[in-house]
C-alpha cells in the first residue's frame, strides 16, 4: 500500500533505511515527539514489493522506517543523530550479518531542507572520526514508500524474546536510551 505524505497538524517525515527496519523501528518508538514509525520499502523499481522479493536483493528497495515526528518536540537533526547513532553508516549495503542492497543507509529526503540537514551531518560526522571508515550513507529525494506487511509492524514489541530480537534488535534500542536518555517518552 503506498502511503502518503502528510505534513499537516505538525507532522513532518523521515524516511530512513539503516539495516533492518525492525531495529530502527525499535529505535525511534521511544524518542519524545516521534507520533508514528511504520517499516516498509523504498528506492527501488518494484511496484509494491513484498518482503520476499526485496530479500532477493533485485527489486533495488531498501528496508526502511517512515517516522512521523512534531518538529516542536524533536527536530530532523536529532532524529538523524538517533540513525547515525543505532547503525554503522559506514558498511555498504550491510549492517552486522545482514548482508544485501536492501540493507544500505540511506536518507530519503522529503524536501531541500532535510537534504540540506543531511548532507551538513554526513559532512560534519565525517570530519569527526567518529567512525574509522568514511560514512557511505546515500542521500536521495524520496520515493514512494511501501508499507510492509503487518507482522514487521511493531515487530519488536510483539516478538521480545525471538531470537534476532535478542541478538540485534534490543541492543541497538538500549543504545538509542543510554545515548538519548534525556529525550525518551515517559521520561
Given at each position: 500500500m503506498n502511503i502518503e505524505i502528510a505534513t499537516s497538524l505538525g507532522t513532518s517525515v523521515a524516511t530512513l533505511g539503516g539495516g533492518c527496519f525492525w531495529c530502527l523501528e525499535a529505535a525511534f518508538v521511544q524518542l519524545q515527539g516521534v507520533e508514528s514509525v511504520v517499516s516498509g520499502y523504498a528506492g527501488g523499481a518494484t511496484e509494491n514489493p513484498d518482503y520476499h522479493s526485496i530479500c532477493t536483493g533485485r527489486t533495488g528497495h531498501a528496508e526502511v522506517v517512515e517516522v512521523r515526528f512534531d518538529p516542536a518536540v524533536i527536530d530532523y537533526r536529532t532524529l538523524l543523530?538517533?540513525?547515525?547513532?543505532?547503525?554503522?553508516?559506514?558498511?555498504?549495503?550491510r549492517q552486522?550479518?545482514?548482508?544485501?542492497?536492501?540493507?544500505?543507509?540511506?536518507?530519503?529526503?522529503?524536501?531541500?531542507?532535510?537534504?540540506?540537514?543531511?548532507?551538513?551531518?554526513?559532512?560534519?560526522?565525517?570530519?569527526?572520526?567518529?567512525?574509522?571508515?568514511?560514512?557511505?550513507?546515500?542521500?536521495?529525494?524520496?520515493p514512494t514508500f511501501w508499507r510492509a506487511e503487518d507482522y514487521h509492524q511493531n515487530y519488536y514489541a510483539n516478538n521480545p524474546h525471538q531470537g534476532y530480537c535478542q541478538a540485534v534488535v534490543a541492543p541497538k534500542a538500549a543504545k538509542l536510551r543510554k545515548v538519548f536518555a534525556g529525550r525518551l517518552k515517559n521520561n
Open positions: 543523530l538517533a540513525f547515525f547513532a543505532v547503525h554503522d553508516p559506514t558498511t555498504l549495503n552486522g550479518n545482514d548482508i544485501g542492497n536492501q540493507y544500505r543507509s540511506v536518507i530519503f529526503t522529503h524536501d531541500a531542507e532535510q537534504e540540506r540537514i543531511a548532507r551538513e551531518l554526513i559532512a560534519e560526522l565525517g570530519a569527526s572520526d567518529t567512525w574509522p571508515n568514511p560514512i557511505v550513507t546515500a542521500v536521495s529525494p524520496a
